[in-house]
C-alpha cells in the first residue's frame, strides 16, 4: 500500500511537472534564440490568468482559456518589437535591468487595473473531481491540462525540427550571420518565438486561474520554480527543461509523501546536486568559463 | 530697487520676531503639532491581499477622526508601512518609535511578526495593537504589558467552529485529518484544536504541516485521501486557505472539508462554488448594527468595494484608540494601560460591547460561525456567508468561549 501511494504521489508529480513546463519552456525558447534571460516572463503568466477571468464572465471558461493565450502573446508583439529587439547584441545586465523592470511595472499595472484583492473563476462542473484508475487518483482537470501540455509540447517540438520556419530558428540559434548571409532577415522569427513563449506561459496562468489564487504578484512567485527547473535542465536545451519539469514536480512529490516539511525545500536541493555535478545543466550546453 | 533706511529694517525685524515670539507660534504649532500613529500590516506575501483591506480600514478611520477635529484637538498622522516579514516588522516598528516619533503603534496579522513588533514595543514602553494576529501564545507565554491582541485569538474560533460542528454531529467519534500552517499561528491553532478533539471524543488521525509559500496542495490532498477521514479541517493562513479550497473542489472529495481559521478576504478569493463547509469569523458586513452599518456605508462609498474583516478590525481599533486617547487626554503608555485595564466597554459594531480583559488584554467580544451560501442566492460577489448565531449566546458571559487564565496563563512584568 505503502508503495502505491509513493507511485501515486509520482503520477501527480509528473502532471504538475507538465505545468511548470509551460512557464519554463518560453523562458527557455526566448533565452536560446534572443540571448535574453527574460525576467518579465512571471508578468505574462499573470496575464494570461487575468484576462481568462475577465473574459471567463463573459464568455465561459472554456473558451477563455483558449482566447487568453493568444491575446497575451499579441502582447508579446509590442513586446518584442519595442524593447526585446533593443536588447540582443546589447550587455545581458541591460536586458535583466529593462526586464527585471517591465516586471513591476506590469504588477503594479495589474494592481491598478485589477485592484490588490485577487480574483476569480472556476472550472466547469464538468471538469471537476477526480478519476480513479486501479489505485491511482488523478484530479479530472489536471488530466486535462496534462492532455493539453503533452499536445503542446509535441506541436511545439514538431515546429523546430520538422519545419523551415524551425530550421530558420535553430540556425538563428547556432550562427545568426550565417542565417543574414543567406539573405534571411531573423527578425520575425525572434518575434514569432517571443509570442510563442510567452503565449504558453499564458496559457499555463490561464488553466491554474481556477485553482490557485488569482493575485497581482503571483507571476513573481512562479518565476523562482521556472528558473529552477531551466537552469536543471540547462538553458536553452528543449528536452533539458522537458526532463528537468518533470524531475521537479516528481521530486517535490516524493519529498511531500516522506518528509513534508522538506517538500518546497527539495527542488532547491535538487537544483544544488545537479548544479555540483553538471553547472551546465542536465542537457545543457557546454559552458567553457564554468567546466 | 526700493531702498529702506536701515532703522525701518530694524524695527521691521523686531516687529516680526516679537510677533513670531507671542502670536504666530501658537497657530504654528497647532498646525504641526500632530499625534503620530505607526501602523505596520503585510501588503506582501501570503498575507498581503487581506493586509491591504487593513490598511484602507485605518485610513478611513483616521480621516473620520481629523475631519472631525482630531483627537485632543490635534491631527493624526499616520504612518502605515509594509510589514513584510518578522525582521523587517521589527526593524520599521523600532525607527517609527524611535525615528518618526509615533506615540503608539497598530497594525500586523502575521503572528510571527505580531511577536517581534511586541517585543520592540516592550522595550521603547509604548502601547502596540496586534489588530489580526491570533495565535494563542501571543496572549499567554509571550504576553506583555504593552501590547493590547483585538483579534480573536484561535481557540475562540476552534470553540465558535466546533460547537456548531459539535451540534451538527461532526465532532464525536469522527476521524479528523488537519492540514497546518507551518509557522506559530498554525502551531497554535493545531494545538488548540487538539484540546477541542480530546475534549470531544473526536480522533485526529494526520496532520501536515505546511509551509506558507506552498501554492500547489495536491501532493497533500493526495495524502487526505489515503488516510480517508471523516472530516478535513483547515489550519492553514491567508492565500494558503484560498489555494486549499480551490483545490480542494477541484479533486472534488467526499470528506467534508471545515475550517478553524479564514478571513472574508479569503473566502471571496475563493470565489462562490468552491466554498463550503462551516468556518468560524470575527465579523462581517452583513451584521445589522448602526456602528457596523455606517462603518460599511462609509468604507464602500470611498473604496467602492466591501469591507474585510481586517479592515474593520483596524478600523475600529484606531477609533477605540483615540476614544481612550480622548478620554485620559493623555498618550503616556502608563495612562492607557491603566485605562484599557479598568476594562473600559467600546461599541465594536456587534450586539454586545467589547472590553480588553485585564490580565491578558485580549478584547473580549461575540464570534460568529458561519456557513456558505448557495451561489444562486448571492445578492453579489461579497453576500457569500450565512452568519450562524453570535457566540457566546446572549446569556452566557463573553469570556466563556476565552481561554482562562488556567489554559493560558499570562504573566505579565511590571
Redo the contacts between chains.
Keep these: 500500500m505503502q508503495f502505491e ?1 509513493l507511485l ?2 509520482v503520477v ?2 509528473l ?2 511537472g507538465g505545468y511548470y513546463l509551460l512557464i519554463a519552456l518560453g523562458l527557455s525558447l526566448i533565452f536560446s534564440v534572443g540571448g535574453i534571460v527574460n525576467l518579465a516572463h512571471g508578468a505574462f503568466y499573470a496575464l494570461g490568468a487575468y484576462i481568462c477571468v475577465e473574459l471567463s464572465s463573459r464568455l465561459g471558461f472554456r473558451a477563455s482559456v483558449v482566447i487568453s493565450p493568444f491575446a497575451v502573446a499579441l502582447l508579446g508583439i509590442l513586446f518584442e518589437r519595442f524593447i526585446l529587439r533593443r536588447f540582443y547584441t546589447a550587455d545581458p545586465i541591460l536586458s535583466l535591468l529593462v526586464t527585471f523592470g517591465l516586471a513591476m511595472v506590469a504588477e503594479q499595472a495589474i494592481r491598478m487595473i485589477w ?4 480574483v ?4 466547469p462542473q464538468s471538469f ?3 478519476v480513479i484508475v486501479g489505485d491511482f ?1 488523478f ?4 488530466l486535462l491540462i496534462l492532455a493539453a501540455v503533452a499536445a503542446i509540447l509535441l506541436g511545439v517540438w514538431w515546429l523546430l525540427q520538422k519545419t523551415s520556419f524551425g530550421r530558420v530558428v535553430r540556425a538563428g540559434i547556432q550562427r545568426p550571420d550565417m542565417v543574414a548571409a543567406l539573405g534571411i532577415r531573423l527578425q520575425p522569427y525572434m518575434t514569432a518565438i517571443v509570442m510563442l513563449g510567452v503565449g504558453l506561459a499564458a496559457l499555463g496562468g490561464a488553466f491554474f486561474a ?4 488569482v ?1 497581482p ?1 503571483m507571476g513573481a ?1 512562479i518565476m523562482t520554480v521556472a528558473f529552477v527547473v531551466v537552469v536543471i535542465g540547462g538553458l536553452g536545451s528543449f528536452w533539458g527543461v522537458v526532463i528537468a519539469a518533470l524531475l521537479v514536480g516528481v521530486v ?2 516524493i519529498a ?2 516522506f518528509e ?2 522538506a ?2 525545500a527539495s527542488i532547491y536541493i535538487l537544483m544544488f546536486l545537479v548544479l555540483l555535478v553538471r553547472p551546465r545543466g542536465l542537457l545543457g550546453e557546454r559552458i567553457e568559463k564554468f567546466e | 530697487m526700493i531702498r529702506y533706511p536701515r532703522r525701518t529694517l530694524l524695527r521691521a525685524g523686531a516687529a516680526f520676531a516679537g510677533a513670531a515670539a507671542l502670536g504666530f507660534p501658537a497657530i504654528v504649532r497647532a498646525q504641526t503639532e500632530k499625534i503620530r500613529i505607526g501602523h505596520l500590516t503585510p ?2 506575501g501570503f498575507l ?2 487581506i493586509g ?2 487593513a490598511q484602507l480600514g485605518v485610513k478611513l478611520a483616521a480621516e473620520e477622526i481629523n475631519a472631525s477635529g482630531g483627537i485632543l484637538g490635534k491631527q493624526i498622522d499616520l504612518l502605515s508601512e509594509d510589514s513584510i516579514n518578522p525582521a523587517t516588522a521589527a526593524t520599521k516598528a523600532q525607527r517609527m518609535l524611535e525615528q518618526d516619533g509615533a506615540a503608539v503603534l497598530l497594525g500586523e496579522i502575521s503572528s510571527a511578526s505580531s511577536l517581534t513588533i511586541m517585543q520592540v514595543a516592550e522595550r521603547n514602553k509604548k502601547v502596540f495593537f496586534s489588530t489580526g494576529a491570533r495565535s494563542d501564545a501571543l496572549r499567554g507565554k509571550n504576553c506583555n504589558k504593552y501590547a493590547f491582541h483585538c483579534d480573536i485569538p484561535n481557540t475562540v474560533m476552534v470553540n465558535a467552529v466546533g460547537t456548531a460542528l459539535s451540534q451538527q454531529g461532526m465532532v464525536k467519534g469522527k476521524k479528523f485529518f488537519t492540514l497546518t500552517a ?1 509557522y506559530i499561528f498554525g502551531h497554535d491553532l493545531l494545538k488548540a484544536a487538539k484540546t477541542f478533539f480530546g475534549a470531544h471524543d473526536a480522533n485526529l488521525i494526520g496532520d ?4 506558507t ?4 496542495f ?3 490532498l ?2 487526505v ?2 488516510a480517508k477521514p471523516d472530516v478535513v479541517c483547515c489550519n492553514l493562513a491567508g ?1 494558503q486557505v ?2 486549499l479550497v ?2 480542494y ?5 467526499p470528506y467534508p472539508l471545515v475550517g478553524f481559521n479564514l478571513n472574508t ?1 479569503d473566502a ?7 466554498l463550503s463547509g462551516t468556518w468560524p469569523t470575527v465579523w462581517y458586513h452583513t451584521l445589522t448594527n448602526p456602528t457596523s452599518q455606517a462603518f460599511v456605508a462609509a468604507f464602500t462609498k470611498k473604496y467602492g ?1 466591501t469591507p474585510e474583516n481586517h479592515a474593520w478590525i483596524d478600523y475600529v481599533t484606531l477609533k477605540l484608540l483615540a476614544e481612550a486617547i480622548n478620554s485620559t487626554k493623555s498618550t503616556d503608555s502608563g495612562e492607557l494601560i491603566a485605562y484599557f485595564e479598568k476594562q473600559a466597554q467600546f461599541d465594536i459594531g456587534k450586539a454586545r460591547k467589547a472590553y480588553f480583559r485585564s490580565w491578558d488584554h485580549q478584547l473580549v467580544q461575540e464570534a460568529y460561525p458561519f456557513t456558505v451560501k448557495p451561489k444562486d442566492q448571492m445578492k453579489d460577489q461579497w453576500d457569500m456567508l450565512v452568519l450562524g448565531d453570535a457566540v457566546p449566546a446572549a446569556g452566557d458571559p463573553l469570556e466563556s468561549i476565552y481561554p482562562t487564565k488556567e489554559q493560558n496563563p499570562c504573566e505579565m512584568k511590571a
Design positions: 501511494f501515486e504521489q501527480n508529480g502532471v504538475l485592484g490588490a484583492a485577487p476569480t473563476t472556476e472550472i471537476r473531481g477526480s487518483l484530479s479530472r482537470y489536471r481556477p485553482i490557485t489564487t493575485h504578484a512567485e517535490r512529490g511531500i509523501h513534508p516539511a517538500g518546497e | 501588503l506582501t498581503g491581499v491591504s483591506y507551518d501536515e504541516l505546511i509551509a509559500d506552498v501554492t500547489d495536491s501532493p497533500y493526495l495524502k485521501r489515503q492565500n484560498t489555494n480551490k483545490q473542489a477541484e479533486f472534488g472529495f478576504g471571496w478569493a475563493a470565489g462562490a462554488g468552491n468595494k
